[in-house]
């Protein structure tokens, strides 16, 4: 049964810092891709960074030099250090494999919510 679950979000103001966490199970983590989206209010799901097995990174132009995707094989987890917020950085943050497992859906997110 996979299970992702994204933490570390919390109210910051603009110009700072967080760093999200996703622990994942139920799939092979070490072989997978991992992708960090967000979705804002009246907004769709968009991707923001990704990380392949290997370690080689890509990212959204929006977050392009400020956020930095890692992961932990040994704890089967991915990060997401956020850094130079911005009040459009708000959204609820989620993670997921990359591509997702079919009918596998997703994790509960973490709020992230930048004030301006």
């Known amino acids: 049964q996979v299970q992702l679950v994204e933490s570390g979000g919390g109210l910051v103001q603009a110009g700072g810092s967080l760093r999200l966490s996703c622990a994942a199970s139920g799939f092979i983590f070490s072989i997978s891709a991992m992708v960090w989206y967000r979705q804002a209010p009246g907004k769709q799901r968009e991707w923001v960074a990704r990380i392949s097995s290997g370690g080689i990174t890509s990212y959204a132009d929006s977050v392009k030099g400020r956020f930095t995707i890692s992961r932990d094989h040994a704890k089967n987890t991915v990060y997401l250090q956020m850094n130079s917020l911005k009040f459009e950085d708000t959204a609820v943050y989620y993670c997921?494999?990359?591509?997702?497992?079919?009918?596998?859906?997703w994790g509960q997110g973490t709020q992230v919510t930048v004030s301006s």
């Open positions: 997921n494999r990359s591509p997702p497992i079919s009918g596998a859906g």
